[in-house]
Nanobody, 115 residues
Framework: QVRLVESGGGLAQPGGSLRLSCAASGFTFSSYAMNWYRQAPGKERELVAVISSGGSTLNYADSVKGRFTISRDNARNTVYLQMNTLKPEDTAVYYC????????WGQGTQVTVSS
């Protein structure tokens, strides 16, 4: 069935960069929009970025506009989140998501931004 596996999280300095990946399987990847969410302890889950099925439409939360870039490679069934100019408030678990007949989520990858 549907499987989403995130990777690429870790520790970064303020102002640094990380690139997250989400490997997808179990569905026709190129037919679906993909999403990145994040959740910090004690905070509500936040939608970070959205990419349309063909990659032509991109949307971002105001908090990450100009710093993060979502992209996808439909030949590799993978969606990416390039995170630049990281801030401590970006610290969270980042989740890949697809909306099909139901919501599907990966296991999450921890991003910590600290000096």
């Amino acid at each position: 069935q549907v499987r989403l596996v995130e990777s690429g999280g870790g520790l970064a300095q303020p102002g640094g960069s990380l690139r997250l990946s989400c490997a997808a399987s179990g569905f026709t990847f190129s037919s679906y929009a993909m999403n990145w969410y994040r959740q910090a302890p004690g905070k509500e889950r936040e939608l970070v970025a959205v990419i349309s099925s063909g990659g032509s439409t991109l949307n971002y939360a105001d908090s990450v506009k100009g710093r993060f870039t979502i992209s996808r490679d439909n030949a590799r069934n993978t969606v990416y989140l390039q995170m630049n100019t990281l801030k401590p408030e970006d610290t969270a678990v980042y989740y890949c998501n697809v909306r099909r007949r139901a919501d599907y989520w990966g296991q999450g990858t921890q991003v910590t931004v600290s000096s």
